[in-house]
């Protein structure tokens, strides 16, 4: 069946520097999803990605669709310590989605 | 607006005991509802979905079960809990294909 595959897995970085999660499936998606889980937290639906080359921004964040619509990526500039979390991509399989084993995202103030 | 309720928010529970984990949704009909499990630092894996009252599909063999007896309920059950099933349950809905999921707060389970 459909997988998708995230990296990294973990990801440290400073206050301030950017950070990026890439996403890949094994098949054409029809859509992508993002979702952020806070420690301690459940996951938080940020968006969703419909046409090939998409790109979408949120304040900081940065969401693109390849044009093949196999992978995806989010990326986040100039980090702040709210950004602490974990991010799943996910991927639709028939009624349910598939998700990417998240990339954990720590910030050092 | 919809809501979603899952409980407990934590659970101890020693091996070979039964388990049941309720979670009901507000403010919608007909539902696709989920059950993910997500290990500690891991990420989310689909237990079971429902697309409507007593559907349910299995996406892993093991020793739990699902519900739906009505709409907006969905009950994740075990007769005999083992170690292996310690970790965060995750209840999630949406309206269908395309749609985002919106989860549970989650309920914490661990089998001593």
């Known amino acids: 069946g459909q997988q998708v595959m995230q990296i990294p897995q973990y990801q440290h970085v400073q206050e301030g520097e950017d950070f990026t999660t890439y996403c890949n499936s094994s098949t054409t998606l029809s859509n992508i999803q993002w979702y952020k889980q806070r420690p301690g937290g459940h996951p938080v639906f940020l968006i969703q990605?419909?046409?090939?080359?998409e790109v979408k921004k949120q304040k900081r964040l940065t969401f693109q669709f390849g044009e093949a619509k196999k992978n995806s990526s989010l990326h986040i500039t100039a980090t702040q310590t709210t950004d602490v979390g974990t991010y799943f991509c996910a991927g639709p399989n028939n009624n349910d989605m598939r998700f990417g084993a998240g990339t954990r995202l720590t910030v050092k103030p | 607006s919809q809501t979603i309720h899952q409980w407990p928010a934590t659970l101890v529970q020693p091996v070979g005991s039964p388990l049941s984990l309720e979670c009901t949704v507000e403010g919608t009909s007909n539902p696709n509802l989920y059950w993910y499990r997500q290990a500690a630092g891991r990420g989310l894996q689909l237990l079971f979905y429902s697309v409507g009252i007593g559907q349910i599909s299995s996406e892993v063999p093991q020793n739990l079960s699902a519900s739906r007896p009505q709409d907006r309920q969905f009950i994740l059950s075990s007769k005999k809990l083992l170690l292996s099933d310690s970790g965060f349950y995750l209840c999630?809905?949406?309206?269908?294909?395309?749609?985002?999921?919106?989860f549970g707060n989650g309920t914490r389970l661990t089998v001593t």
């Open positions: 999630a809905w949406r309206m269908g294909r395309g749609s985002p999921l919106h």
């Open positions: 990605l419909v046409k090939s080359g």
